[in-house]
């Protein structure tokens, strides 16, 4: 049976499911969802996830929604992008938390705001705060990757998708990967997988549907 993700491409969170999902090789379909124009909001889409979030995988029975619970499931569904041991299970597990406070949580947040809020509701100096804060989350991540290729172990796990989660995306957010060379190469580590794609390429929707 067909995985579905329900996700859409602006996304950094659903990216992370969806380009997981694509690099193990399970068998899945995205499932668009109208974001910009309130799905998440409504009475059907709350039924299936109470959060108003993307993304949500359904495979089979089973649905599950948050990014990293959704790629945990993929690793022990799969057996690829995980870990060998349960050392390396629980320093997956630190850099997962680690994006989703440090990395996502503040880069997500400070990239809607700079595109996709009306302007007349943008805030520079909630912003600024935004980008500064993720800019030290930057030098963090891009000084544990000196001497590696990888965040855990010597292959790509999901710690490296769900880092990389909204740092292929091409709206300014105050991120320049040519800042960070460790993370400028790790990038480029990433997109030479075998089954790659660019957010906009792997999922439905795009700002260019809505110009």
Request: aromatic share 12%.
């Given at each position: ?8 491409g ?22 668009y969802v109208d974001?910009?124009?309130g ?8 039924a ?22 959704i ?7 799969s ?36 595109n ?39 292959g790509?796990t999901?710690a ?5 989660g909204y740092?292929?995306?091409?709206e300014?957010?105050g ?26 390429d ?5 700002p260019?549907?809505?110009?």
């Amino acid at each position: 049976m067909t995985i579905r993700l329900y996700c859409f491409g602006e996304s950094g969170n659903a990216y992370k499911a969806a380009l997981t999902l694509e690099l193990s090789g399970l068998e899945w379909e995205p499932v668009y969802v109208d974001f910009f124009h309130g799905e998440t909001r409504t009475p059907e889409y709350r039924a299936l996830n109470p959060m108003g979030e993307v993304p949500v995988m359904v495979d089979g029975d089973l649905t599950l929604t948050q990014s990293g619970v959704i790629q945990d499931y993929v690793v022990g569904k799969s057996g690829k992008l995980g870990w060998r041991d349960e050392a390396e299970r629980r320093e997956i597990l630190r850099w997962v938390l680690f994006d989703n406070h440090k990395n996502s949580g503040v880069g997500g947040p400070v990239r809607f705001n700079m595109n996709f809020l009306p302007e007349d509701k943008r805030n520079d100096a909630v912003n600024a705060y935004l980008v500064a804060r993720h800019g030290s989350a930057m030098k963090v991540l891009d000084g544990c990757l000196e001497g590696r290729d990888w965040l855990v172990g010597n292959g790509p796990t999901i710690a490296d998708i769900a880092n990389c989660g909204y740092l292929f995306y091409p709206e300014p957010f105050g991120f320049d990967r040519k800042a960070y060379p460790n993370i400028d190469a790790w990038l480029d580590r990433i997109a030479d997988l075998p089954g790659w794609k660019h957010p906009y390429d792997l999922m439905p929707g795009s700002p260019a549907d809505r110009a």
